[in-house]
């Protein structure tokens, strides 16, 4: 009985320590964040997309004073360690401004991010 229980118990251990949260493939992630702008005002409700050369793309909200925090996962903070090109747009609930196309469909932003601390504040212009 006592030699039953412990082959058990070193099996669930085994088990629970071969367990994670994440797979074996996941990326190295540095953590972006930083505040948007539209001709100096902060945005508030705009999706921003970092998108690697390959691999998942990080996104992130801004906030009413247009700072944002990007996400990997959903339990996850950061963005995959490289280049990558951001966009912005309009999310789903909200609208605002029109974002100029070098910053939202035909974007023109990069941003190489390297491990740890990434701030990217991005400070658009309509004309």
Excluded at 58 to 87: C, F, M, N
Aim: glycine share 12%; charged share 25%; with cysteine.
């Amino acid at each position: 009985m006592r030699l039953s229980f412990l082959l058990v118990f070193v099996l669930l251990i085994s088990i629970l320590a071969g367990c994670s949260s994440h797979g074996a493939d996941m990326p190295e992630l540095g953590q972006v964040h930083g505040k948007v702008t539209l001709d100096g005002q902060p945005l508030s409700g705009v999706d921003l997309l970092f998108e690697p050369e390959t691999g998942r793309t990080s996104r992130a909200t801004t906030k009413e004073d247009g700072s944002y925090s990007a996400q990997y996962l959903i339990d996850e903070a950061g963005v995959k360690v490289g280049p990558s090109v951001v966009r912005l747009e309009w999310g789903i609930d909200a609208s605002g401004p029109k974002i100029p196309a070098k910053y939202g469909s035909k974007s023109e932003l990069k941003l190489d991010v390297q491990p740890g601390d990434n701030v990217f504040d991005i400070e658009m212009k309509s004309k």
